[in-house]
Structures are given as C-alpha cells and as structure tokens.
C-alpha cells in the first residue's frame, strides 16, 4: 500500500537551512500532487507546499520565497528545501497525497528552530 517516510527534520538556529525528504512507496510521486504540511504544537495542521503532476507549485504567504518544494522522480521522493528559518517555522512537517480517494499522511518529522 501506500507509505510515506519523511526525515530530514532536527534543530536549526534561526536563518539556516534544512533540507526535508518524502520517501514514496505504493505509488509514483510523478504521477499525483504531493504537498507539505505542518503542525506547531496546539495549533492546526497548515499547508506550506503542494507541487502538482506538472510541476506547478503554491505556498503561503508565510513561507513564500523561503521553502521550496521538488521532486525528485528516479527517486519518487518529495522534497522540501527551507532557508530563513525563523522559530515560527517550528512545527512537525508532514507530507501527503490523495490517491483516488484516500488522502496518505506520513509520519511526519520534527523541525526546531532555535538559538
């Protein structure tokens, strides 16, 4: 079946960089859109990413022009690429899919980003 495996996340000072992947199984991330989402706690799940079958890409205004969402098809991974990161960014990050008409989540991966 489908499964979905983030990694990448851990602690970063504020203004770095990190790199997330969603690693695919059970289905072809070239095929479907795939999207980022993330959790702070005791707050809602947010979107921060979606990247469609044809490469179209949306995020928020609060993330705009820092995160950056890819995919890497011999791979079928997902990736997310965050700079400038501020501690507002701290959250788990999930990734997920809609299969016909089954929405995939992964386990998700913890961010932190503090001095």
């Known amino acids: 079946q489908v499964q979905l495996v983030e990694s990448g996340g851990g602690l970063v000072h504020p203004g770095g960089s990190l790199r997330l992947s969603c690693a695919a199984s059970?289905?072809?991330?070239?095929?479907?859109?795939m999207a980022w989402y993330r959790q702070a706690s005791g707050n809602q799940r947010e979107l921060v990413a979606v990247i469609s079958s044809g490469g179209h890409t949306n995020y928020p205004d609060s993330v705009k022009d820092r995160f950056t969402i890819s995919r890497d098809n011999a791979k079928n991974m997902v990736s997310l690429q965050m700079s400038s990161l501020k501690p507002e960014d701290t959250a788990v990050y999930y990734c997920n899919v809609y299969v016909g008409v089954k929405l995939f989540w992964g386990q998700g991966t913890q961010v932190t980003v503090s001095s």
């Open positions: 059970g289905m072809d991330v070239s095929t479907y859109t």
